[in-house]
């Protein structure tokens, strides 16, 4: 054993042993603050149980310390004396020390990097779950401000234009036989026309000729024809009982909003002119409209604006309209062929179940309704509408037959007769044909179906009625029966107004 070491020769050693034991201490109380927050079923804390278990890094740590205590701590009074003067530990004790210390240091910091990658991990799973519900946020983000983007655009559409024009053709559209329209396709007129060798294509017909329904075909046919291109439908169904609300900037300002719909958004322009009005809780005049218009028509490689009945319009308007549409107008007014009249007729047969019970007892009689209403009709479908309706009231087939030898071939006659027929019925019956069609004429606008039930509930009242009770209201289909014919009712928009312009001039 070397010589035991004074103070002085000791203190280099005394330094290293304070240094480790202090080092190793840290270490021990990071490993009791890791130790306090983990939880017992963690993996983790299986490895902090093994440090504590015999002979193991702990157990050994613990021994070391006592060996210095027992170094250090003096025993009698001899030793009290002289623990100043002699450094306890010789060079081989402190070495042995150290290495024991050292080694389980190393151990410690083991665990406690165990410790960190665990934490490390940790750390970067809440990164990736932050980035997660980040990139969701965003998303939503993102889907609020398109939906938000979306709303201030159809609120920008709806409001350039207070006439919906996409109603009508609807209810037009539905009152379509198959078929019908086929052979205007084929025509050579109307392919040059379409391809554009044609710019204007302008085709006149008697009143009743079924021009407003193939304008409905021709529109959509050209929106199923053109759905995905940079060519843009518009059009307008011109209306004499809607004069009133068809002006010619109401006329300009539907056509710029078709267009508009028809973009993938809403252009820059249009958004400055919609923030300046509503701000000021103005609307835009002709001027504005019409410039817009010619932009936004300039954004498409071909336009097809198709108007039908123009000629219900004013004549300044029409004029106007004309001047301000310009080389982009193409204007259908159509005449139905008498091939179409023979399909429409052989449908409404087949639509109403007692001339379809005739028919079906007796096969021939189909075709003579056919042949006899569409001569006389001349590719007027109103005629053939009304003549079919007449048909249908008599109560037998040989009644049929008298009835067709009797077939009127003018409008005014065929309206002649239905009055005749509104005449004939019950004294009730009469009184309410002749309010329904009354109101229908000198309404300053087109009525609903329930705005009529209750305008006729109203005319009905009794002194000392106060309010108009729900058996008062006469029948939806009661109001078209009574009227044999001339009234009916949009599905649509569910006005009731007189089947045809016609009828109006006729009662004028």
Not at 8 to 21: A, F, M, P, Q, V
Not at 323 to 352: E, F, G, P, V
């Amino acid at each position: 054993m070397a010589d035991p070491l004074s103070i002085t020769n000791g203190s280099e050693d005394c330094l290293c042993l304070r240094d480790e034991i202090w080092s190793t201490v840290c270490l021990l109380e990071m490993l009791k603050d890791r130790v306090e927050d983990i939880e017992a079923g963690e993996v983790w804390c299986a490895s902090i149980k093994l440090l504590n278990t015999p002979s193991r890094p702990l157990d050994q740590f613990k021994r070391a310390l006592e060996r210095l205590v027992a170094k250090l701590a003096p025993t009698t009074q001899l030793q009290q004396m002289t623990q100043t003067v002699k450094w306890p530990f010789d060079k081989a004790d402190v070495a042995a020390i150290l290495e024991t210390i050292e080694c389980q240091k190393t151990l410690f910091n083991l665990v406690l990097q165990n410790n960190h990658i665990k934490l490390t991990k940790s750390i970067k799973s809440n990164i990736q779950e932050f980035s997660k519900d980040f990139a969701e946020l965003k998303i939503l983000h993102n889907t609020q401000q398109h939906q938000k983007h979306h709303q201030e655009s159809y609120d920008i559409i709806a409001w350039i234009s207070l006439l919906n024009f996409m109603t009508k053709q609807i209810d037009v559209l539905d009152e379509r036989q198959e078929g019908t329209g086929a052979w205007l396709f084929k025509s050579v007129v109307f392919q040059k026309w379409l391809l554009g060798s044609e710019k204007t294509l302008w085709c006149q017909g008697m009143p009743g000729a079924g021009k407003t329904v193939l304008v409905s075909i021709v529109i959509d046919h050209l929106q199923r024809t053109y759905s995905t291109s940079n060519i843009s439908i518009v059009f307008i169904y011109c209306d004499y009982k809607e004069q009133a609300q068809q002006t010619l900037l109401n006329l300009i300002s539907s056509l710029l909003q078709q267009l508009v719909e028809q973009q993938p958004s809403v252009s820059d322009e249009v958004c400055s002119l919609w923030e300046e009005h509503t701000h000021r809780r103005t609307r835009p005049g002709l001027a504005d409209f019409s410039r817009l218009l010619q932009s936004t028509a300039s954004t498409f490689s071909k336009i097809f604006i198709v108007i039908d009945a123009l000629d219900e319009s004013s004549e300044v308007i029409r004029n106007d309209l004309i001047i301000k549409i310009n080389k982009l107008q193409q204007s259908l007014h159509l005449l139905a062929s008498d091939a179409d009249i023979r399909a429409y007729i052989h449908t409404q047969i087949d639509r109403r179940d007692r001339l379809k019970r005739f028919v079906q007892a007796d096969p021939s009689l189909q075709e003579k309704i056919v042949t006899s209403i569409a001569s006389k009709a001349q590719g007027m479908f109103l005629l053939a509408r009304l003549h079919i309706e007449s048909l249908e009231e008599k109560q037998d087939r040989k009644a049929v037959r008298l009835a067709l030898k009797r077939l009127l071939q003018k409008l005014n006659e065929t309206y002649d007769k239905a009055l005749k027929w509104i005449e004939s019925q019950n004294e009730d019956d009469v009184r309410l044909a002749e309010r329904i069609l009354t109101w229908i004429s000198f309404a300053t606008r087109p009525l609903e179906v329930k705005e009529m039930q209750h305008a006729i509930a109203v005319m009905k009242l009794e002194p000392g009625d106060t309010y108009i009770e729900k058996d008062r209201l006469p029948e939806e289909d009661l109001l078209l029966t009574v009227c044999a014919g001339i009234v009916i009712i949009d599905k649509e928009s569910n006005i009731i107004r007189l089947v045809h312009y016609t009828t109006q001039e006729y009662f004028e």
